[in-house]
């Protein structure tokens, strides 16, 4: 077993309404340092593969396929361990 650790992020030039929403909420908080917030998900996916580069190769495959929307969203699969 393996687990891939993946981060989901909007692309930099796609509206992010959720960011922005905690970017207001923060500053009304009083944290007057933040200067932008992107909203994303993060995702643990537990691999049964003959070995890590399999189960790599898998993790990456799921992002393209259904994890991420490559259209308006980047991805990062952290670790494979």
Do not use: W
């Amino acid at each position: 077993m393996f687990l891939a650790k993946v981060y989901v992020t909007p692309k930099p030039a796609v509206n992010d309404p959720q960011g922005v929403t905690v970017h207001g909420a923060l500053h009304s908080l009083g944290f007057a340092g933040v200067h932008q917030v992107r909203m994303g998900k993060y995702l643990e996916v537990q691999i049964d593969a003959p070995n890590q580069a399999a189960a790599a190769k898998q993790a990456e495959d799921m992002c393209r396929k259904l994890l991420a929307n490559t259209v308006i969203e980047n991805y990062r699969i952290e670790k494979v361990a």
